[in-house]
């Protein structure tokens, strides 16, 4: 399964400190171990198109083998510290898991 998260940081957060210190908060959840594969970026320099949503600042993309790894790592430590020590930064987060 796939699990993709989109971040918009808060307008105090817009800023090369914060953003380096979230950035190191992404590369520390996303190496959990049960994860199978994944990463995280912004938004690509793609064309214009009406289909396209690149108003988020961070996107990170995560694949599970199963369920069971993926609802392991919604309770694993480091996503703990990851909310506790990021979730002030964000204005808005969407999550969209895919099967």
């Not at 520390?28 to 108003?55: F, Q």
């Amino acid at each position: 399964m796939q699990h993709h998260v989109y971040f918009w940081l808060k307008e105090e957060f817009q800023n090369d400190a914060s953003r380096a210190a979230f950035e190191k908060g992404l590369h520390n959840v996303s190496s959990v171990p049960m994860i199978a594969g994944g990463g995280w970026g912004k938004p690509a320099p793609t064309p214009e198109r009406p289909v396209t949503d690149k108003s988020f600042d961070y996107g990170l993309y995560l694949s599970f083998d199963n369920m069971e790894d993926h609802d392991a790592y919604q309770i694993h430590s480091e996503h703990d510290v990851f909310l506790d020590d990021y979730k002030h930064m964000w204005e808005k987060v969407l999550v969209m898991d895919v099967d």
